[in-house]
T-cell receptor, first 115, second 113 residues
């Protein structure tokens, strides 16, 4: 069975602060994929990143960066110099590489960035 | 540009009514999903379809049914709506047999009075 834990229910920061959203996962698979999605107030989940279990390189995309550590089963997401537009609910998800490929989602972290 | 559309953004129904939520995708995806999103509970899978007329139950199928008569359309049916089905419903799609990202619709916020 797969499990994704996002322990932070809500995070509140002031603009320009850095913020890290935690994601811890459990799986028995040796090959799997991890995702982050953003859900702005409009409601539609937007894909941010996909990472396979063999690629532990950190990724940076503008102000966003992701730290994948297999040793601790974590896939954390950091926003540098946060902005009000970053306010959203962020979901981490885990997908097996075979079978039905149905992903398991965490419960989400609500990020509120104050001006 | 990929697109998943849902028939309504907001819907208000009465207890006992039959409710249809429609989802259409234009990406020729085999897989389609219906999720329910509630505060503090994240996304929970209701039903999943991997081909026309094929469906599988997700984690919380009770009180729901689905229909997939055409590849691009996946309908969620509440046979007799109840107040505990008040929620945000999200549809998604992706390619079969892949770990491709899911593409989500804008969601339907359903209120059952």
């Amino acid at each position: 069975a797969q499990k994704v834990t996002q322990a932070q229910t809500e995070i509140s920061v002031v603009e320009k602060e850095d913020v890290t959203l935690d994601c811890v996962y459990e799986t028995r698979d040796t090959t799997y994929y991890l995702f982050w999605y953003k859900q702005p107030p409009s409601g539609e989940l937007v894909f941010l990143i996909r990472r396979n279990s063999f690629d532990e390189q950190n990724e940076i995309s503008g102000r966003y960066s992701w730290n994948f550590q297999k040793s601790t089963s974590s896939f954390n997401f950091t926003i540098t110099a946060s902005q009000v537009v970053d306010s959203a609910v962020y979901f981490c998800a885990l997908s097996p590489s075979g079978g039905s490929y149905i992903p398991t989602f965490g419960r989400g972290t609500s990020l509120i960035v104050h001006p | 540009d990929v697109k998943v559309t849902q028939s309504s953004r907001y819907l208000v129904k009465r207890t006992g009514e039959k409710v249809f939520l429609e989802c259409v995708q234009d990406m020729d995806h085999e897989n389609m999903f219906w999720y329910r999103q509630d505060p503090g509970l994240g996304l929970r899978l209701i039903y999943f379809s991997y081909d026309v007329k094929m469906k599988e139950k997700g984690d919380i199928p009770e009180g729901y049914s689905v229909s997939r008569e055409k590849k691009e359309r996946f309908s969620l049916i509440l046979e007799s709506a109840s107040t505990n089905q008040t929620s945000m419903y999200l549809c998604a799609s992706n390619l079969a047999g892949s770990t491709d990202t899911q593409y989500f619709g804008p969601g339907t916020r359903l209120t059952v009075l």
